[in-house]
């Protein structure tokens, strides 16, 4: 089952904030991030693990509640590079890697 | 990191012909490699699981048939359109990890994409 994301598109203007949510119906062992710029193949953010793990590197963190089935990515003090389509895929723990991604949120960074 | 490679990036064909996309991992050994189709503005929608020296493993609507995957060495894993028609037009993309096996193993290192435009 795909998981679900919100919000589905959001405009801010360099250095403010956002959060992109991702919930599952099912239970999840881990939960991907990847963003991907136009015309361009998905780039690996970080990956999250159940036991509620929270990552982050540089301005760009999550976290991963496991009981809840949700993950959040937050972005913190953005830049115009972060501009892009950000996908969840989530893993059931069945197969190694195989993802359902979500529908994606599309984050516009103006100057 | 690691680097995947797709080949071609793009192609436009006539209807009825048959395209083969390359999947190469260049710097690892991929055990397995993900084969995704996406439309504009959508998700990346899995099509099929691949295994070195096994069957694909296909998600359930994919026909089997038509898209042709073959996952020869660890290396290479090839996806096949036969008889294509303007509906397979799309964005094809390939993924691959190199550790065998368990949940949360490792990232997927995507493949740049193939645009697929059949006329």
């Known amino acids: 089952q795909q998981p679900v994301q919100s919000p589905q598109a959001v405009i801010l203007r360099e250095g403010e904030d956002a959060v992109i949510n991702c919930s599952s119906s099912?239970?999840?062992?881990?939960v991907h991030w990847y963003r991907q710029k136009h015309g361009e193949a998905p780039v690996f953010l970080m990956i999250?693990?159940?036991?509620?793990e929270q990552k982050g590197h540089d301005k760009i963190s999550a976290s991963f509640n496991e009981k809840k089935q949700q993950s959040s990515l937050y972005l913190t003090a953005s830049q115009l590079s972060y501009s892009g389509t950000y996908f969840c895929?989530?893993?059931?723990?069945?197969?190694?890697?195989?993802?359902?991604f979500g529908e994606g949120t599309q984050l516009t960074v103006n100057p | 990191g690691a680097v995947v490679s797709q080949h071609p990036s793009w192609v436009i064909c006539k209807s009825g012909t048959s395209v083969k996309i390359e999947c190469r991992s260049l710097?690892?050994?991929?055990?397995?490699m993900f084969w995704y189709r996406q439309f504009p503005k959508q998700s990346l929608m899995l099509m099929a699981t691949?295994?070195?020296?096994?069957?694909?493993?296909?998600e359930q609507g994919v026909e089997k048939d038509k898209f042709l995957i073959n996952h020869a060495s660890l290396t290479l894993s090839t996806l096949t359109v036969t008889s294509a028609h303007p509906e397979d037009s799309s964005f094809y993309i390939c993924?691959?990890?190199?550790?065998?096996?368990?949940?949360?193993?490792?990232?997927?290192?995507f493949g740049e994409g193939s645009r697929l435009t059949v006329l």
């Open positions: 710097d690892f050994q991929a055990t397995t």
């Open positions: 895929g989530t893993e059931g723990g069945t197969s190694g890697s195989r993802l359902t």
């Open positions: 099912k239970a999840l062992y881990s």
């Open positions: 691949s295994n070195e020296g096994s069957k694909a493993t296909y």
């Open positions: 999250l693990l159940k036991g509620g």
């Open positions: 993924s691959a990890t190199g550790l065998a096996g368990g949940p949360g193993t490792g990232e997927l290192f």
